[in-house]
């Protein structure tokens, strides 16, 4: 059974860090391309960035460039997001997904989130 459980969301003052952590079980970690989407009240969900299975960050979304760092331990089938000088706009749900298989057919299993609330 496949499953993603996020886990590091809170409450933070603007400007303050918080580390979001994603444990996979159920299939091969070391092989599936990670990703960490959010998805704020009343708008869709957007892609926030995602890793390689060799650990290649193929991209961030503008808004995040230069605060957010995505990192992965395959020994612990863990991704992590480092987030860093947060700001009310960040504030979503934080959802884990991966996508294993090939080219010829992915499969794509998402967390249930983790909420992330920047406010003073």
């Known amino acids: 059974q496949v499953q993603l459980v996020e886990s590091g969301g809170g409450l933070v003052q603007p400007g303050g860090s918080l580390t979001l952590s994603c444990v996979a079980s159920g299939f091969t970690f070391s092989s599936a391309a990670m990703s960490w989407y959010r998805q704020a009240p009343g708008k869709q969900r957007e892609l926030v960035t995602t890793i390689t299975s060799a650990g290649g960050i193929t991209n961030y979304i503008a808004s995040v460039k230069g605060r957010f760092t995505i990192s992965r331990d395959n020994a612990k089938n863990t991704v992590y997001l480092q987030m860093n000088s947060l700001k009310p706009e960040d504030t979503a749900v934080y959802y884990c997904?991966?996508?294993?298989?090939?080219?010829?057919?992915?499969?794509?299993?998402w967390g249930r989130g983790t909420q992330v609330t920047v406010s003073s």
């Open positions: 997904q991966a996508r294993s298989g090939t080219v010829y057919k992915y499969l794509y299993y």
